[in-house]
């Protein structure tokens, strides 16, 4: 009796070790493959960031904040951030309850605001407005005294045609 008790235990430990080594091989298997997907997908998205890194490169190759050049020319002006305060400037002539002189559109439907603007260098800005109904551009120069005024000129425009 005891002898068989033996070989039962035997038997049931063997049973059990064959189930966890089974078990165990399903899981690493599992487990590798997971792990190739993403390391995959990691390869992807490192490859996409640097696409977007070269794009965002491109894009900032025309404007104020990556071109040291054009940074120079503010030295000697005591202003922080050059391109918040020339884009504060023109954001500001939308509060002008007159007619807007940087926008040479009459008034549509309702009064043009500058929606966006792009700082290109120390001379020259671009700008999106529109009235709800109709979009535009305008491209200005601008000059900055001593004292931190801006001077706006406008150099080019256009509205984009109704698409109604």
Do not use: C
Not at 63 to 78: I, P
Not at 117 to 133: I, M, Q, T, Y
């Amino acid at each position: 009796m005891k002898k068989n008790i033996v070989l039962y235990l035997f038997l049931f430990t063997a049973l059990i070790l064959i189930f966890q080594l089974v078990n165990s091989k399903k899981v690493f298997d599992d487990l590798n493959g997971k792990w190739t997907d993403t390391k995959a997908l990691n390869e992807k998205l490192e490859e996409t960031i640097f696409q977007l890194k070269l794009r965002l490169d491109d894009q900032n190759d025309f404007n104020l904040d990556g071109n040291e050049y054009a940074l120079r020319s503010f030295e000697e002006l005591n202003i922080q951030n050059i391109s918040n305060h020339i884009k504060d400037q023109l954001y500001e002539t939308n509060l002008l309850r007159e007619k807007n002189d940087l926008i040479p559109y009459a008034e549509m439907d309702r009064t043009f605001l500058i929606n966006k603007v792009k700082v290109l260098n120390h001379r020259w800005v671009v700008a999106d407005f529109s009235d709800g109904n109709y979009w535009g551009e305008i491209f200005l120069t601008y000059q900055i005294d001593k004292n931190g005024g801006l001077d706006f000129e406008l150099k080019e425009h256009f509205i984009y045609p109704n698409p109604d």
